[in-house]
């Protein structure tokens, strides 16, 4: 980054919450010119205002001053906009579909990562890395679904947003190939949750740390990490964990904004956290 950075910030699921986002930013007396924001995913779905979030967070990104991972909603938002996928009933992406410039939006949308590191200590991920992950290798295999979705070739992107819906296969190998690759990397960085000793995966479970778990299957993060021995790791994408501070080396940021609690921005200088409540409600 060529420019002098006063503070970073890392903001939560706005999940197109974009009143909320606004009144964080003040909060938060947020410089373009000096400050940098880097968002955690789910820039779009189920608040009041996609179109509005979509948009501002672009032009951030357009002037230097923000950077995103994709989370699970975005990437559902790129298969509604190539036909694959119907818009479910509580999305709210109407509005970015039929937008004047959705054709800009979406193509903006598909060329960010899913693996970004603010700082040299630091990685961020929608949803986290697994226990059987290294930092560098999480890296290297979200550059594998990058390289999918960005590619020229539209024919290459809608093959993968074809076969990206799926539970299977639940565990990494390094031998898995084509769809079931991409897929099982796309589920680690921007769906788990839950996953047992070795790392394996299961989806059903959104809860809060305290309700009952499958048998066998504990928060990511509960096992002894490869990654988080040489990164801290920010996440998103459970909102039930409320921004909790896992441990000094997990940090989760999002409050559930999008259901009537708070829009977090964490920053990254002294691990401080800034909430507001979304005025929507």
Known sequence: MSRAIRYNYVIGDVQGCFEALKVLLKQIQFDADQDFIWFAGDLVARGENSIGALRF?????????????????????????????EIK??????????????????????????????NEKTVLTHAGIPCNWTTAQAAALAKEVETVISHDDFAVLDDFLRGMYGKKPTLW?????????????????TRMRLTDAEGRMEFSFKDALDDPMPEGYLPWFEFESQAAQTHQIVFGHWAALQGKTISAQIQNVDGGCVWGNQLIAYRLEDQESFRVNNPMF
């Open 89 to 118: 009933a509580q999305d709210n992406i109407d509005d970015v579909i039929h937008a004047l410039e959705s054709d800009d939006l979406i193509d903006w949308l598909r060329k960010q990562p899913l693996c970004l590191f603010p």
């Open 173 to 189: 190998s390094d031998d898995l190939q084509g769809n079931d690759r991409l897929r099982c990397i796309t589920n680690y960085l």
């Open 57 to 85: 967070i672009k032009k951030l990104a357009d002037r230097g001053a923000a950077a995103t991972v994709l989370g699970n909603h975005d990437l559902n938002l790129l298969a509604v906009a190539r036909g694959i996928k």
